[in-house]
């Protein structure tokens, strides 16, 4: 849950899902849809699915027993260098060299690298680097104490110098300008993106469907996304009346401002069957969702504030 969201934000989360998924086995055996439903509102699911993926070959493959060593961890799904290097070092005392983005930063500042850390170079550096500091005793307090301190001390944008414990050898304070290590990155070009969502409600049901399994909210169940309303009129030409239109807005993602509008269709009994097979046939693995149950699933962000207005709106 840290490796792209911060502590304020995960604590909550972190709680309800162990509390929910005890042991290994518990999340392994797990509905996909409840582990995304436990998830929402952290992005980047992709991470979810990783997790359950390393979950059921752990519990599976490996007969409920994690791998022991940094290269074992390394081979679960989503576990990269770093992760399984921090994980054998606290879990077993493993001498193994950890380089997330607060540790990159560190090392960066206090051995003078200003390349852009995002380039293969200067990673293979860094690792070097990160390999030759490690102790010989007390891995896991080292280990600790480097996240800790870029963390809490050298920080991106206001260094702490004075409480530093690395000041009098740390080459960037020695140059005068600790924020020139490392080099910022360039940065990807925002761009703007701009949909329709169809919401399609039968009585106290709405149509859902999932999203592709590759890209913005992959596997998660949304409302069927259109560029235009215009479009929605095309696929679902017996779609009778006027819709009312929902205010947009614009959900902000890494490097997309998506604007989406959403469109409500109240439809009676016989124009759900009416459109059922159109429904269908556009979109295979959809289904009609109680309200009450939808939000059990594994939903984006700003449907479930829909969602949860929806249900306002109806008491």
Known sequence: MLQQTQVATVRGYYLRFIERFPDVQALAAAAPDEVFALWSGLGYYRRASLLQRAAQVVAG????????SAAGLQALPGVGRSTAAAIAAFCFDERAAILDGNVRRVLARTHGIAEDLGCAAAQARLWTLAESLLP???????????????ATVCLPRAPRCDACPLSTQCVARACGDPLA???????????????????????ASVWLVPRPSAGIWAGLWSLPEFDSPEAVRSALPRLRGEPRHGAAFVHVLTHLDWTLQPLYWTLAGRARHALQ???????????????????????????????????????
């Open 61 to 68: 493959e490996l007969g409920g027993r994690f791998p022991t």
């Open 136 to 150: 010989a005793r007390g891995i896991a307090s080292y280990t600790q104490g480097l996240m800790d301190l870029g």
């Open 181 to 203: 290590y490392p080099a910022r990155p360039r940065r990807a070009r925002r761009s703007a993106r701009s949909s329709c969502w169809l919401w399609l409600q039968a009585g």
């Open 277 to 315: 097979d159109e429904l269908a046939a556009l979109w295979p693995g959809g289904r009609w969702v109680a309200l009450k149950d939808a939000p059990a699933l594994g939903l984006p962000a700003p449907l479930r504030r829909l969602l949860a207005e929806a249900g306002r709106d109806a008491t």
